[in-house]
């Protein structure tokens, strides 16, 4: 079964951190640029950063630029999303996707094609 799964959300205070992991089985991601996007409850999903699949090129939304950081390993087939300095603004089910390419236009980050979604984890930034 082809799939990504994430883990790693959970509640926090803000100001805290988490790290996202997004593991692929049935397939590799090696040749496969990653993003990863939320949604919080009444808005719409909005892409937040995406990685080349050799991890040469990132991408950040303007909001999270300078506190997340997107990272793969290839070899454990897995990409990373830290997120450190939360904000409320934060809260959200992240959810991580595959496919060919990122895009970016403007403040939008975006992949050329969507293959594959996870389930997605629940980020909670409160006091």
């Known amino acids: 079964q082809l799939q990504l799964v994430e883990s790693g959300g959970g509640l926090v205070q803000p100001g805290g951190s988490l790290r996202l992991s997004c593991v692929a089985s049935g397939f590799s991601i090696d040749y496969y640029a990653i993003g990863w996007f939320r949604q919080a409850p009444g808005k719409e999903r909005e892409g937040v950063s995406c990685i080349s699949s050799a991890g040469s090129f990132t991408a950040y939304k303007d909001s999270v630029k300078g506190r997340f950081t997107i990272s793969r390993d290839n070899a454990k087939n897995t990409v990373y999303l830290q997120l450190n300095s939360l904000k409320p603004e934060d809260t959200a089910v992240y959810y991580c996707?595959?496919?060919?390419?990122?895009?970016?236009?403007?403040?939008?980050?975006?992949?050329?094609?969507?293959?594959?979604w996870g389930q997605g984890t629940q980020v909670t930034v409160s006091s």
């Open positions: 996707v595959s496919g060919p390419s990122c895009t970016v236009a403007g403040d939008t980050v975006d992949l050329y094609e969507h293959d594959y």
